[in-house]
């Protein structure tokens, strides 16, 4: 039976015949790639990977239209195969930073000043032949599973919308220039889709670590972008029941890091409740460098990824500021127009 593990980091399969490799090579068919354990103490997307694998009924190879895959090639990777031997975060440093946005493939395959940026340079093989792409994570605190996908990326956030039961999803801006897997693979992936668009790069944080609601929410995404059939694809609403359990649209525009003296400012001094609303002005936080951290968004904030173990210079939190769907799209086309304005002008 094939089990997705450091020593078989890669699993892949067709419509009609399934191959194992401890290598990385792209594909020339149409792809979906799930990427798990990009930090190794984050073992959700594998155990649900393996459970699916054991159930010979799931639709790998299906020609099914109603219900089938959607895609020729399905790869399933183990991001960092090191730190999740070891069930650690990572080895040398966060391999979801060591995808600059602005390197091409080659420039990040030179690039092995560390564990991870030799990772990278493996992984984005598999990143740029992908058509669409689901990254598998989970958080240190509690927290409902929710989705995250790049700005003016209309097929990330098609394949977010067939996530039918996650209820939030982050149009994230503050993720701009990190060194995202899912920003480089919206940027770098696949453009053979209708239109010439982009791939597809969608994050899923599935709960926290290790829990079995983690792992069903991870099954339940898998099984979701495997029917995902491209942009305007998989949107029909049919069934309004689906409609209903589309994620709330959530736009991410600032956060805090965790600095020196951080802490919690709540009764107890934990991270309050994952989503938890704020309203402006309202103290959540503290360090020894900006003071008292307050919720700074008019209107109020929903409060995303409160670290239940602050690392200094690590994402603290970030602030969620609900939009209606239309709204973000209709921003969307106006970043993408601005963006070919400036295009042309230079």
């Known amino acids: 039976m094939q089990r997705l593990s450091p020593e078989t980091p890669l699993i892949e399969f067709t419509r009609k015949s399934s191959s194992t490799s401890t290598s990385l090579t792209s594909t020339s068919s149409r792809s979906l790639l799930v990427l798990a354990s990009q930090h190794g103490d984050e073992p959700c997307g594998v155990l649900a990977v393996n459970r699916l694998l054991q159930d010979p009924s799931w639709p790998f190879v299906s020609e099914r239209e109603d219900g089938g895959c959607a895609f020729d090639r399905v790869s399933f990777a183990l991001g960092n195969p090191r730190a999740f031997r070891s069930d650690s975060r990572q080895i040398e440093e ?114 926290q670590h290790a829990s079995a609601a983690s792992v069903e929410a991870s099954v339940s995404a898998i099984l979701a972008a495997l029917r995902w059939r491209g942009v305007g694809e998989g949107e029909k609403e049919e069934n309004p029941a689906e409609k209903r359990c589309r994620p709330r649209f959530v736009a991410v525009r600032r956060g805090e890091v965790v600095r020196k003296g951080f802490c919690w400012e709540t009764e107890d001094g934990m991270p309050p409740e994952a989503f938890a609303r704020f309203a402006i002005g309202e103290l959540v936080a503290s360090d020894d460098v900006r003071g008292e951290l307050r919720c700074e968004v ?30 973000e799209e209709e921003e969307q086309e106006g970043e993408e127009k601005e963006g070919q304005g400036e295009a042309a002008a230079s």
């Open 298 to 327: 008019e209107g109020g904030a929903r409060i995303v990824l409160p670290a239940a173990k602050p690392v200094e210079g690590e994402d603290a939190f970030l602030w969620g500021e609900e939009e209606e769907e239309e709204e």
């Open 94 to 207: 966060n391999l979801n930073r060591c995808f600059p946005l602005e390197s091409d493939l080659a420039a990040i395959a030179r690039d092995r000043s560390s564990y991870e940026r030799q990772r990278a340079g493996e992984l984005a093989t598999l990143l740029a032949g992908a058509d669409a792409v689901l990254d598998l994570h989970s958080a240190s605190a509690p927290s409902p599973p929710f989705a995250m996908f790049p700005p003016a990326s209309p097929a990330s956030a098609s394949l977010t919308r067939a996530l039918f039961g996650v209820p939030y999803a982050l149009r994230d801006f503050t993720g701009r220039g990190l060194g995202l897997a899912i920003e480089w693979a919206a940027k770098h992936g696949s453009k053979r889709g209708k239109g010439g668009e982009s791939a597809a790069a969608v994050t899923l944080e599935a709960g």
